[in-house]
Each structure stands twice: as C-alpha cells, then as structure tokens.
C-alpha cells in the first residue's frame, strides 16, 4: 500500500474512505470506484446529489438502506422498462457493487474476482453477504 503525501485531486462519491481520509492507495482504491460507478449505472444517479436532504444524498447509503431492506428494485433507474432485465441478476450486480464498496479494503474483492463473478453465471456472490460499507 502507498501514501500519497502530494496534492490529492479526487473526485468526492468515487474516493475510498481509506484514501479520502489517510490517503492510502491500493488497487482496492480502483475496486471502490468501479463499485460506485456501476450503482450509478443501475440506479441513473451520481454518487453524490448535494441538492438533495442530507439524510439522502448519498447513493451508496441510500443502496445500502435499500438492500438491506429486500427492496432492490427501488434501486433500479425508473426510465428503464422492467421487461428489459431479470430482477435476479440486479440483485447480484448491486451485491457484487456494494462488495467493492466495504471497508477496510483488505474485504473488497480484486477486480479480477470482480470480471469473474460478473462474466460467470454460475459464480456466487461472495460469502458472507456485504455488510454494511463505510459512509462519509
């Protein structure tokens, strides 16, 4: 793991905490992002939307509050039309996003185990299910 000790330009909703806060940086750092770029995809939301309520400003936290509560068709971009994907294999895609997103980065899988588990039908979502990632 390398500390960035210069100048850190980031970009807020994609930053790993352990980066954002200590500046660590790994290639977890890149498993992080992905994991948010892809509940960007599902749901047509940025990551971060500050002219929201604070209680709701955050993708990651509403996923999480969404995931934990079975509900995650709530999740998935209203323009899309539910005959054009199989609510099964959103569920899995938001379980295999929201595992890129845990802390600490040691639990997030490589984004080798990342390709597999989305090109391999049969690959089962990591076990134990996500728990809940870290919000800042």
């Given at each position: ?45 940025r990551s971060t939307n500050f002219d ?66 989305l090109t391999n039908d049969s690959s ?13």
């Amino acid at each position: 793991m390398r500390r960035i000790t210069s100048l850190r330009r980031a970009y807020w909703g994609y930053t790993a905490p352990e980066y954002a806060i200590h500046g660590h940086l790994s290639e977890k750092v890149d498993t992080y992002s992905f994991g948010i770029v892809v509940l960007e995809i599902i749901s047509g939301r940025r990551s971060t939307n500050f002219d929201m309520e604070p209680v709701t400003n955050s993708l990651l936290q509403d996923t999480w509050n969404l995931y934990e509560s079975d509900m995650h068709s709530d999740l998935i971009d209203e323009t899309l039309d539910p005959k054009d994907y199989n609510m099964d294999s959103v569920k899995r895609i938001i379980e295999i996003a929201l595992m890129c997103t845990q802390s600490p980065a040691s639990v997030r899988p490589a984004m080798s185990e990342v390709v597999v588990s989305l090109t391999n039908d049969s690959s089962m979502v990591p076990k134990p299910p996500p728990g809940k990632p870290t919000l800042f």
